[in-house]
């Protein structure tokens, strides 16, 4: 899976096929599932005015020109099969409220040739506008289906708001559009998905979740760590130790930086030094980042979050939704990144138990929190081989593509694949911060390389 964004993503030219869905033979139906404690941050956020749509989509490439009635079929498919995508959201007195669910039998699909296009930019433009258009949080839908019509190799893209995926539901939806695209291309008003496995609902795990929450010990030994890391900072979130050029309310437009860490050969030998030293791969990245930090003049304690997965049922292994929470890591640098990585291996293991409290219930124990900024310090890992459909994603030229909004902080996102580690950065667009993101990102790459002599 290649990670990008928007702006650095260049699709080979050719002919714009958007599919169009309706909903409106489907009555909407009021529905009493709260949204999830993300769903409910990221929908505040975006009810404010002018607040940009944070969207992410899937991009894969499929033999041959486009199949527009297999499109449709498939791009229904899809839909039936996860009930996040039948909800619609709308803020209501003072909150925001998953209001309606609605039948997806009753959806109606139809493609739309828009254009063709000879420059890639003029292709890149225009897609954007339209997920930025059709991936609105309040929208029904909030997603969108497309497609880029070649005689050889064409491209599928499949766009959501954030409310209904996250990274690990852009790899689900490459490995069941592909398969269904192939299958309603190959039997045309037969086929009809049963090669794929049942999923669970993630409407499911949003109830879920408000029983819990509701249910939660308020002695629970876990979400009493969560209140000291909190009450130690003031209940302000991790922010980036190093200077980025960022003043008191500011937010600039959002820069990216798009790196390989280490190659296949490289990652290797690094995981083999992590795994000596009791620590994963991840672990091992973090003590270098740790390092790094105070490398470029920061300091010897570093604060952040990391997003884990919640789709700890069988059930939701393969469901489309935003199952994910944070855990906090607190790292103290040792005199060496090997002595380090030995207290941050155990310590990372450790913190993965503090990701099974609901983060609600940890916002409700300390009082709220003290946010400084709208971005959060956080690093996520996300391990492509080990998520559905992974044989397939170098093959299909599998690409997860993110929208470029704004930003205030620095959030980082490690991808393994077969090709070794890749970075994303999402940061402030401004001298300082180009400048303090690449000396960074440069010494987190020295770290790892020089664990391994190289």
Not at 77 to 101: C, D, I, K, M, N
Not at 118 to 145: A, I, K, N, Q
Not at 155 to 166: M, Q, S, W
Request: aromatic share 8%.
């Amino acid at each position: 899976m290649h990670v990008t964004t928007i702006d650095r993503w260049s699709p080979a030219p050719g002919a714009l096929v958007v599919c169009e869905l309706d909903p409106s033979g489907a009555a909407p139906v009021e529905s009493a599932i709260p949204p999830s404690f993300n769903q409910q941050f990221h929908l505040a956020a975006a009810s404010a005015p002018g607040a940009p749509h944070t969207w992410l989509a899937a991009s894969f490439d499929v033999t041959g020109g486009v199949d527009r009635k297999a499109l449709e079929a498939a791009y229904a498919a899809l839909v039936r099969r996860h009930p996040t995508l039948h909800s619609s959201f709308e803020p209501h007195a003072g909150q925001v409220a998953r209001r309606t669910l609605r039948d997806p039998d009753q959806f109606t699909y139809r493609t739309v040739d828009v254009d063709y296009f000879h420059d890639t930019d003029e292709l890149r433009d225009t897609l954007w506008t339209t997920l930025d258009e059709r991936c609105d949080p309040f929208g029904t839908p909030s997603y969108v289906v497309a497609a880029i019509d070649r005689p050889e190799r064409s491209t599928i893209i499949c766009g959501f708001d954030h409310i209904h995926v996250d990274a690990y539901s852009i790899a689900i939806v490459v490995a069941d559009m592909t398969a269904l695209y192939a299958g309603f291309r190959a039997e045309p008003g037969s086929y009809a998905g049963a090669d794929l496995p049942p999923t669970g609902s993630f409407l499911e795990f949003c109830a879920e979740q408000h029983d819990e929450t509701r249910a939660a010990d308020p002695n629970c030994p876990t979400l009493g760590r969560w209140v000291e890391f909190f009450t130690e900072r003031h209940n302000i979130p991790p922010t980036f130790p190093l200077d980025l050029g960022v003043g008191p309310s500011e937010r600039h437009p959002q820069a990216v930086l798009l790196d390989t860490l280490v190659d296949a050969d490289a990652l290797a030998s690094v995981e083999t030094h992590c795994r000596a030293s009791g620590a994963s791969v991840f672990a091992g990245v973090l003590s270098a980042m740790a390092h790094a930090v105070h490398d470029q003049g920061g300091p010897r304690r570093v604060s952040m979050l990391f997003p884990m997965h919640t789709r700890r049922s069988r059930r939701h292994a393969d469901a489309l939704g935003w199952f994910t929470t944070n855990a906090p890591m607190v790292i103290d640098l040792e005199p060496t990144l090997v002595e380090t990585m030995h207290i941050v291996g155990p310590a990372l293991r450790d913190a993965i138990s503090l990701g099974e409290v609901n983060l609600g219930r940890v916002v409700e124990a300390i009082g709220g929190l003290n946010l400084q900024r709208n971005d959060i310090f956080m690093v996520s890992y996300v391990d492509y081989r080990r998520l559905p459909g992974s044989d397939e994603q170098a093959a299909t030229n599998a690409t997860h593509v993110s929208n470029v909004t704004t930003a205030d902080d620095a959030q980082f996102w490690v991808s393994r694949t077969d090709s070794g580690l890749a970075l994303r950065v999402r940061y402030p667009d401004n001298p300082v911060a180009s400048a303090t993101i690449a000396g960074y990102v440069t010494a987190v790459r020295a770290r790892l390389l020089d664990l391994i002599g190289r």
